[in-house]
């Protein structure tokens, strides 16, 4: 089979001082997976990688670089799922952790459980010998500026927000290796001043993330909350089912999405047959991807 990686950076309006910046960290993390997938490396750890190389780079809403709660703290989701036996892992509301993903891949391998939340996901994260970060470490100025505006003058709707330009986003990964087996992950910090507790999409199996051999792999950012109430990543791949590519089957989902509940976002795909798409309705997303000739994309807006 031929391998195929895509990533994204989050969508949203992104401010024009950091579209280098976005689109130099989803180039990283495509270059850092394709490695992988062409020694023969199989989809989920391609995934893994992608992912983890943004959650370090602070430009991201993942890991270090995430907003922060209402009360000043950072709470961070990741989701990775295995389209071989659909099998997956998920983590919620963690603190103290700079890779998520990470840990969601210990909860799937090692766990009888698929999801794991708040303090409970840090103390298995402590018993599998993973670093526990402080706050400091993940937090930039960037974030403890948002926060302070915030306490003067409370954000806009979350709907509104991605019209209005500023920085760090969701990431995710799909992969396709060798085998044929589809792998995707997504990895958050969430919406900014959210209050305490708050779960988004990104680690519901089906909303933000979703992968089955038999369909196509995607990974799911915006609006949390309207993405869930659609079930958007499993409602792409099961346009796979019904016979249409990816590139179709994310600009649909996405339409559906405004369409049923005015949501905002964007999606990532890999179908079974080795085609990638995605789709946005904010004004920009940022991408990267191995077109059909082998070379490294990457978009940011039309």
Known sequence: MKPALIVHGGAWRIDESEHAAHLNGVRAAAQAAWEILQQGGIALDAVEKAIMVMEDDSTFDAGRGSVLTCVGEIEMDAMIMDGSNLRVGSVGAIQGIQNPIRLARLVMEETEHN????SGARQFARMKGLRL????ELTVPREVERFRQYQI????PTVESFMAAHS????????LDMDGNLAAGTSTGGTPYSLPGRVGDS?????????DNETGAAS?????????EVVLAKHATDLIRYGHNAQQAAKMSIEYLYKRVEGFGGLILIDKDSNVGFYHNTPHMAAAWIDDSGNLRTYIHP
């Open 133 to 136: 970060a402080a706050q400091a």
């Open 115 to 118: 999801f794991l939340v708040g």
């Open 203 to 211: 680690p519901l199996v089906g909303c933000g993330t979703f992968a």
């Open 153 to 156: 003058s409370p954000p806009t």
């Open 168 to 175: 760090g986003g969701t990431v995710g990964a799909v992969a």
């Open 220 to 228: 799911a950012t915006g609006h949390g909350e309207r993405i869930m």
